[in-house]
């Protein structure tokens, strides 16, 4: 994505279970509109955690003694005052919260629902000024997916300069490290994308690269450069796809795909003397997509031990029912019978 310097360009990506969900579409903004005052549950003034991506967060949540990845609630209160007095209600308006999540397990959700604990998903507020009260906005904001990223929400018609104080409420571990407001300019107008196909792909063993914290704050990160030779892992068994080139598989998204498991990695290369020209004072930005499923490992995953039954771009959910498979065409047969044929069982105890 090519765009002038001091306009910022971002996909729209969020991890929600309901609608709407994020779409992937570029969202662009030349201004950041940050809060001028930020107050967490206990009306502490958290204001310096939210003005920069810098790993010290809004809140140091009270985490839950025995429920991976629950907290007590947790409250963000944000204020942008007058900053918001040049946004009317139905000027384009989208909410950047950069964050991560500490994810439960399903046998947390199994625990928790044995104890009676409901996990709550990220809300948002804003503060009724004739009423003298909060009125709830957006019922499922969504979360940042994994480890640190910028999430997005759309708040046209929800913020602006008469709604310019919001609260966002979760009981899930997540910490918030900045957050801020981004008028939306002309896509169009602001970008020039061009697509990129890999040249080549290398699917091999590598490792895990060790994890490590350069601050002694969390998440800890990944050092590639320190590769661990094993990790206490189980084995998913089935079957998977054979080392060495696989660029083929990554063409298109056709339900013929690399299937590689803990360890490994696909080693993708681009060619970037195809781009054109940058224009005097534009800047370059990538973007990677991907179309794919990763499957958990756990006792109330579906299916969790084993690479089958297949995912697929057409299926109603996973598990699917005996009413749906996996294609069954001529060529996906081929594809399983010549890419697949790295047969991968645990060990014998």
């Known amino acids: 994505m ?14 929600t279970g309901e609608r709407p969900f994020a779409d992937g579409r570029l969202l662009a903004h030349d201004a950041r509109i940050d809060p001028v005052a930020a107050r967490d549950g206990r009306g502490r003034d958290v204001l310096r ?30 204020d942008f005052s007058d900053r918001l007095d040049g946004v009317s209600p139905g000027d384009p308006l989208v909410l950047y919260l950069d964050g991560w999540i500490e994810y439960g397990y399903t046998r947390t959700s199994v625990a928790a629902a044995g104890e009676g604990f409901e996990y709550a998903v990220p809300t948002l507020d804003v503060w009724d000024a004739a009423a003298g009260q909060w009125r709830r906005a957006v019922a499922n904001l969504g979360y940042p997916a994994g480890f640190p990223r910028v999430m997005t929400y759309d708040v046209t018609g929800v913020l602006s300069r008469e709604t310019p104080r919001v609260r966002i409420r ?3 571990e997540i910490y918030w490290d900045r957050v801020w407001l981004g008028p939306q300019i002309d896509v169009a107008a602001n970008t020039r994308t061009t697509v990129l196909s890999p040249v080549a792909a290398d699917l091999r063993w ?9 601050d002694g704050r969390h998440p800890r990160i990944y050092d590639y450069g320190t590769i661990d030779p094993s990790m206490p892992w189980k084995t998913v068994e089935g079957d998977y796809t054979r080392f060495g080139d696989v660029r083929p598989l990554l063409e298109d998204a056709d339900d013929m795909y690399v299937i590689y498991g803990k360890g ?26 991907f179309t794919g499923w990763c499957k ?7 299916h969790g031990f084993t690479v089958e039954p297949l995912p697929f771009l057409g299926m109603s959910g996973y598990p699917y029912g005996d009413d749906e498979s996996y294609p069954d065409t001529p060529e996906h047969r081929a594809y399983r019978a010549t890419w697949n044929t790295r047969r991968i069982r645990p060990p014998v105890r």
């Not at 090519?2 to 991890?15: I, T």
């Not at 958990?296 to 579906?302: P, R, T």
Request: zero cysteines; proline letters at 10%; charged letters at 25%.
């Open 296 to 302: 958990g490992q756990e006792l109330y995953i579906a």
């Open 2 to 15: 090519d765009h002038p310097d001091g306009v910022n360009v971002d996909p729209d990506e969020r991890f």
């Open 206 to 214: 590598v490792g895990y690269p060790r994890e490590h914290s350069p």
């Open 170 to 172: 979760t009981n899930l």
């Open 264 to 289: 490994e990695e696909i080693d993708v290369r681009f060619d970037p003397s195809s781009l054109p020209a940058l224009p005097d004072g534009w800047v370059r930005s990538y973007v990677l997509r």
């Open 49 to 78: 955690h939210v003005l920069a991506s810098d790993r010290f967060y809004s809140e140091d949540p009270a985490l839950h003694p025995r429920l991976t990845g629950a907290i007590a609630e947790s409250t963000l209160e944000l």
